[in-house]
């Protein structure tokens, strides 16, 4: 069955530290792979995707994140967190014309 | 160029009511997909629009239906409500079908059920 796992509910950093929020992927081939960022009250908004060749993908924010095929996996990473980074984060997985699959989501507190 | 919109923002009603949320999508997007979220089961997808058709459809009983008209727009309806279907519930518009296209998603109608 497709899924996506985020197995960390909850993340602290303080201000300035280095960031990484993990996404495993259980997927019939390659998908397409996405990072979306919450804020509250607010929708959905992309951060980077994934569909084929480089497999770090740079996206908005200073965020990027990496696909490994051999792990499944598809982390997002941030070098240094901002205060105005505190949101939810959600990874998804899709197709072609499937529907997106998203994660549990990973909510990140950032300390001053 | 305007976002996704979606009307009403905040909705109460009472189980056994029926409601109509509306979503105008970004202009010349012809795709429309909406998904509910809540605490306990996240975000889950309902179905998705593509002109005028629905071209996908998420795990949800036949109480939640939609359509999307010839500008794009889209309308879900779910009757007979449940305190479960108290929840989030996003649209997001695309130029294309399908997870491809990037999907834009609004600032969503927050429906609680009482």
């Known amino acids: 069955a497709q899924s996506v796992t985020q197995p960390d509910i909850h993340i602290t950093v303080s201000e300035g530290a280095s960031l990484e929020l993990r996404c495993n992927y259980s997927?019939?081939?390659?998908?397409?792979l996405f990072w979306y960022v919450q804020s509250p009250g607010q929708g959905l908004q992309l951060l980077l995707k994934?569909?084929?060749?480089?497999?770090l993908v740079q996206g908005i924010k200073g965020f990027e994140a990496e696909f490994k095929r051999s792990q499944s996996s598809f982390n997002l990473r941030k070098p240094s967190v901002h205060w105005s980074d505190a949101a939810e984060y959600f990874c998804?997985?899709?197709?072609?014309?499937?529907?997106?699959?998203f994660g549990t989501g990973t909510r990140l507190q950032v300390f001053p | 160029k305007a976002g996704v919109t979606q009307t009403p923002r905040y909705l109460i009603k009472t189980r056994g009511q029926q409601v109509t949320l509306s979503c105008s999508p970004i202009?010349?997007?012809?795709?429309v997909s909406w998904y509910q979220q809540t605490p306990g089961q996240g975000l889950q997808f309902l179905f998705e629009?593509?002109?005028?058709?629905?071209?996908n459809k998420g795990n949800f009983p036949g109480r939640f239906s939609g359509r999307q008209f010839s500008n794009s727009r889209s309308e879900m309806n779910v009757s007979t409500l449940e305190l479960g279907d108290s929840a989030l519930y996003l649209c997001?518009?695309?130029?294309?079908?399908?997870?491809?296209?990037?999907?834009?998603f609004g600032p969503g109608t927050r429906l609680t059920v009482l």
């Open positions: 997001a518009s695309s130029l294309g079908q399908g997870t491809g296209n990037e999907q834009f």
């Open positions: 997927y019939g081939a390659t998908p397409y």
């Open positions: 994934y569909f084929s060749g480089d497999t």
């Open positions: 998804a997985v899709g197709a072609d014309t499937d529907k997106l699959i």
């Open positions: 202009s010349g997007h012809r795709s």
């Open positions: 629009y593509f002109s005028e058709t629905q071209r």
